[in-house]
């Protein structure tokens, strides 16, 4: 175990995924329809060019652009009308010279033709000929059979969470399956005697179980499938039995509780007897969430999440998200989304500590202001309110009324 000091989170996060292999987990494949946010395994490449054909992007008539040069208001050209192009259909007639065939948005060329005039800058004269009352040049109004993309051009690099319109590419190009990282499983682990169900009713000094639900949600948003694994009582042998159990049928482990220095702390000797290397780090600079513990056990990540329901929030952001997704092989990280804002009152920091405040939201005048919910991190509502979070670096003690700031919108 290393040394006790505490680690600023870019140190921490930064060792244990030293220790965690990028894309350790296999892969599988899915249906299409089943896709959606899930992380290419390998690169996906175009198996065809897509659309395929001459595409229209206009309403209009398709023709030999040469027909229409020198056309204008006062000196029309006149094209007479071979026939009319039903969408989805091969045109089963060529275009020759001065000739030209109806065609709406999206469909196929005929062979000969090498534009398409508006319709706009049409008048018809009859069934069997127009005039062209604007010139056009060779393939005005029309999308090239690989525009889109290419045969054998890659499509979907491999380590992207795939989107909704990653999804319509692909069925675009009839793939019907996709190669996906494995879905890591997250044990989640409760400790603490004063814990009961939320089902049922909360005695004086029980709390209701908040963190198990809290952790699956952030565990399903980071692409996981949660597998809560109970409350346990402080007792070291049923603790270490069910975080070796969580151990061996998941691929992280989070313990929330006894991460503290009190004698009733049991999870870094636990973690530690997992395997090797064992605690990475115990304890980090930052509030809420300074007594989180941090390991890697025979290449598996095993965290000691505090207790208090807000520590646990700003401690998977910080620590087990991106441990996640270098399981993952994601190759894009989340992006967060800012707003900037004013620090509606003074907020004290200690230097050499990182702090999360939590703020809601309030405009005045025309100005963004950054409220800060002062409450403890034991307070989960604080969460519920907020609607983001300012980030006090180590290097300042404290931020000053009306001082611009980042706000990091909470999803």
Known sequence: MLDKKYLLPKDAVKLILENVKFRSLSSERVSLEEAYDRVTYDDIVAPEDLPGFLRSTVDGFALKASDTFGA??????????????????????????????????????????????????????SQDLIEVLKSVSPWENVIFKDEDIKKGEIVIKAGKRL????????????????????????????????????????????????????????????????????????????????????????????????????????????????????????GASIKPGKPIIGGVCRGKPVFGLPGHPVAVYICFELFVRPVIEQMLGLKERKVKRFL??????????????????????????????????????????????????VYIPSDLIGLQEGEEVLVEIID
């Open 163 to 282: 989107k909704p319109q990653d999804i319509g590419a692909l069925a675009g190009l009839g793939i019907t399956t996709v190669q996906v990282t494995r879905k890591p499983i997250v044990s989640i682990i409760l400790t603490g005697d004063e814990i009961v169900p939320h089902t049922e009713k909360a005695l004086p000094g029980q709390v209701r179980d908040v963190n198990s639900f809290t952790l699956s949600g952030l565990s399903i948003k980071a692409g996981a499938v949660p597998l809560k694994m109970g409350i346990l009582r402080d007792v070291y042998e049923e603790i270490k039995v069910a975080v070796e159990k969580a151990f061996e049928n998941s691929d992280v482990v989070l313990i929330t509780g006894g991460t503290s220095a009190g004698l009733k702390d049991m999870t870094a000797k636990v973690i530690d007897e997992l395997g090797s290397p064992g605690v990475l780090f115990h």
């Open 72 to 125: 204008r208001e006062s000196s029309p050209a006149y094209i007479n009308v071979k026939g009319d192009i039903p969408m989805g259909i091969i045109p089963g007639f060529t275009i020759s010279q001065g000739e030209c065939a109806s065609i709406a948005t999206g469909g196929m060329l005929p062979e000969g033709a090498d534009a398409v005039v508006m319709i706009e800058h049409v008048n018809i004269i």
């Open 340 to 389: 900037k804002a004013k620090m509606a009152r003074n907020l004290h920091s200690q230097a050499g500590r990182e702090d999360f405040i939590r703020v809601f939201l309030e405009e005045k005048d025309g100005q963004l202001w950054a409220v800060p919910l002062l409450s403890k991190s034991g307070l989960i509502m604080s969460l519920v309110k907020a609607d983001g979070i």
